[in-house]
């Protein structure tokens, strides 16, 4: 059995870069960031993995972590693109390829901090996928 982990990852960034009012917003959904990005972006973080297994089907249950990153001097501009994820994420259906399917899709946190520098906003969104193999 595979892992839908990759392709969860595809659909998470299709359903955000497909997402018009979000990509207006942004520079950018990445996973992988290089110094000269520009503000503001998302990044497409950790996941976290666990079986999801029933009597009668074997899959997973997939946390993805997304970063929103923002210069914007308070935390307005990091909420909205919090609100466009979130959008983003839940108003359309993730499509999977390779026989996997997603039956529910979950918000599980988000939290709008500076960042060490004290002058970066950053949002953190955790999503839990579940996912029949």
């Known amino acids: 059995m595979q892992t839908a982990i990759k392709e969860v990852h595809r ?4 359903a955000l870069t497909s997402y018009t009012p979000l990509m207006e917003k942004v520079t950018g959904v990445l996973d992988g960031v290089n110094e000269t990005q520009g ?23 997939i946390v993805f972590v997304l970063h929103t990153w923002s210069k914007y001097p ?10 466009l994820i ?12 390779g026989g996997f399917s997603v039956k529910k899709i979950e918000s599980e946190s988000k939290n709008a901090f500076k960042d060490i520098d004290g002058k970066t906003r950053h949002g ?8 029949n193999n």
């Open 11 to 14: 659909s998470i960034f299709k």
């Open 39 to 61: 503000f503001p972006y998302i990044e497409i973080g950790e996941p976290t993995i666990n079986p999801w297994n029933t009597k009668n089907t074997i899959g997973e249950n």
């Open 74 to 83: 308070g935390y307005s501009e990091t909420y909205d693109v919090m609100n």
């Open 86 to 97: 979130y959008a983003a994420i839940t108003e359309q259906p993730l499509t999977m390829l």
């Open 124 to 131: 953190v969104m955790n999503f839990r996928v579940y996912v």
